[in-house]
């Protein structure tokens, strides 16, 4: 059965640098997202994305934060200058549809960031 | 907005047991879907069993089965027959017609041998 994919599974950063982490949704999937976990908390979205553009973003989701969708298949979230509040787990998922068209979201195994 | 709220933030169980997780949500749409995801240690997102608002019958998958009531916003997940295997924490999820998935607390079950 097909597959999201997240590279790294973890990532151990200082904090102000920049990191992307980087996603490959299943293949004819349309519609891509990113949440995280802060560890012992609840998975929150940050943001949807399809068509080459952000659908819907969450107010996590500020300026240091960016999403690209830069070849057929990779889909990336950077985060410019990272704090250590960024320190979480980052998980992609895609659909092939949206909402009340609904088909289910396939997440990825996440990637573990650590801020130090 | 919409929030979602799992009241129970463990649950315990034997094995070939029977267990019940509550979830409760608020929402002012009419057309939406609940989902569960289970999270085991390995940190994975594991979908479940999925249930579209528009269905008066619940979706069941194996042991797995649901009690949507849709006038009280309540989805229940109630896993038959519990393994060891389930044990994990199991997280409830709305759908709304944007796409984005608003997750509850999660409630952690322990299987007992």
């Known amino acids: 059965e097909p597959e999201v994919t997240q590279t790294p599974s973890h990532q151990v950063t200082q904090m102000g640098q920049e990191v992307i982490l980087r996603c490959v949704p299943i293949?004819?999937?349309?519609?891509f997202y990113w949440y995280r976990q802060i560890l012992g908390q609840k998975v929150e979205f940050l943001v949807s994305?399809?068509?080459?553009?952000?659908?819907?973003k969450s107010e996590i989701f500020d300026d240091q934060f960016s999403v690209e969708r830069p070849d057929g298949s990779n889909f990336t979230l950077k985060i410019r200058s990272t704090k250590l509040e960024d320190s979480a787990m980052y998980f992609c998922?895609?659909?092939?549809?949206?909402?009340?068209?609904?088909?289910?979201?396939?997440f990825g195994d996440g990637t573990r960031l650590s801020i130090l | 907005a919409q929030t979602v709220t799992q009241s129970q933030p463990e649950m315990s169980v034997q094995e070939a047991e029977t267990v019940t997780l509550s979830c409760t949500y608020d929402?002012?749409?009419?057309?939406?879907?609940l989902f569960w995801y289970k999270q085991p240690p390995s940190r994975q997102m594991i979908l479940v069993i999925r249930?579209?608002?528009?269905?008066?019958q619940n979706a069941t998958e194996n042991r797995f089965s649901v009690n949507f009531q849709k006038a009280a916003k309540s989805f229940s997940l109630k896993i038959s027959d519990s393994q060891l295997g389930d044990a994990a924490m199991y997280f409830c999820?709305?759908?709304?017609?944007?796409?984005?998935?608003?997750f509850g607390a999660g409630t952690q079950v322990v299987v007992t041998p």
């Open positions: 998922a895609s659909s092939k549809g949206q909402g009340a068209i609904n088909q289910p979201q396939h």
């Open positions: 293949s004819n999937h349309l519609y």
């Open positions: 994305f399809y068509n080459n553009e952000i659908s819907e």
């Open positions: 929402t002012s749409e009419s057309d939406y879907y």
């Open positions: 249930q579209e608002a528009y269905k008066q």
């Open positions: 999820a709305y759908q709304d017609s944007w796409g984005k998935l608003q």
